[in-house]
Each structure stands twice: as structure tokens, then as C-alpha cells.
């Protein structure tokens, strides 16, 4: 084969890789969209009947792939009196095998410290805590301690332990 037949069987094979690549992260996104929607509004559920409100609303999140496109992705925010409850989406494809990530930030001015993060991730495949098990796929709650990375089952019962400064 001659240098130039080479270089054009590579080009090719790495063109396919790269739409590979693309319309695997598009596949992956259009879950991550779809499976943040269904968690936000099973967790608006959680809050009916209660005096807490809850707004949804789309962000933007840029495409790891392509320059200069963005996703629509679903986030909520909940108010209580004076405290806030936030979940947006932060992005695909992390280190560790995160297929996706949303942020829960909590702000309670009336507390100290007054602002309280944690992460919730569709499928993470880094070490789990003691109770996930490791063929687990659905969401999870990923907090940090000064033990390390806590990551528990994202249900009703440990979303409100989680979020108890909100109360």
C-alpha cells in the first residue's frame, strides 16, 4: 500500500470514528435530557400539596464534542420561604465513569455555612459506597465528607435526608 492510499484509509477510519463518537455523545445526551426531566418531575411529585413551589426551566449546556452548540436541558428550582433549592444539569461524560451530572445547591441564609452543594449522577461507575451496588444504573446522590466521596441510592427517603438544610 502506498503512503498516499495509507493516509486516505486512516482519514476514512478516523472520519467514521469521529461520527461514531458524535452520534454516540448525541444518543447519550438525548438520555441524559430525558432521564433529568422524568427525575424532575418525580421530585416535583415528592413536593405536592406542600407550601414548597417549584419552577422548571431549560439551561444550557455546551456540546463536549462540537464548538459552539448547546443542549436544552431541564432544571428546577424549588423555593421555601426564603430558601432556595436548585438542580441543574453540569454536563456529560465525566472521568470515572459518569455518564451525567446534575448540581443540587441549597441556599438557606439563615443557616452557617449558607450554601449546600451535592451532585446527582446518572450512572456512575466510580467506586461506590458501602449499600450501591456496582451493576447499579440508575441515579445517585454523590456527596463529599472527610472521608472521601459518599455516594447513596437517589430514592425519596435519602433525597430529603440530603436536603434536610432546606427544610
Known amino acids: 500500500m502506498s503512503a498516499r492510499d495509507n493516509f486516505f484509509d486512516n482519514a476514512n477510519k478516523n472520519n467514521e470514528a469521529d461520527r461514531k463518537a458524535k452520534n454516540d455523545f448525541n ?29 422548571t426551566s431549560l ?6 464534542i462540537e464548538r459552539n452548540v448547546t443542549h436544552r436541558v431541564q432544571s428546577l428550582l424549588l423555593q421555601n420561604g426564603e430558601k432556595t433549592l436548585t438542580i441543574q444539569p453540569e454536563g456529560l461524560m465525566y472521568m470515572g465513569g459518569i455518564t451525567g451530572a446534575l448540581k443540587v445547591k441549597i441556599i438557606n441564609m439563615s443557616r452557617s455555612p449558607n450554601t449546600q452543594t451535592f451532585s446527582l449522577h446518572m450512572r456512575d461507575k466510580a467506586p461506590r459506597a458501602i449499600g450501591v451496588p456496582e451493576s447499579y444504573e ?3 446522590i454523590v456527596t463529599s465528607s472527610n472521608q472521601g466521596r ?3 441510592v437517589l430514592n425519596e427517603e435519602n433525597f430529603f435526608e440530603a436536603i434536610q438544610s432546606f427544610a
Open 27 to 55: 444518543q447519550a445526551m438525548s438520555e441524559f435530557r430525558d432521564k433529568t426531566q422524568s427525575l424532575i418531575s418525580e421530585i416535583q411529585s415528592w413536593f405536592e400539596g406542600s407550601s414548597i413551589t417549584s419552577n
Open 59 to 64: 439551561q444550557t449546556i455546551p456540546d463536549s
Open 138 to 140: 440508575g441515579w445517585v
Open 150 to 152: 459518599v455516594v447513596t
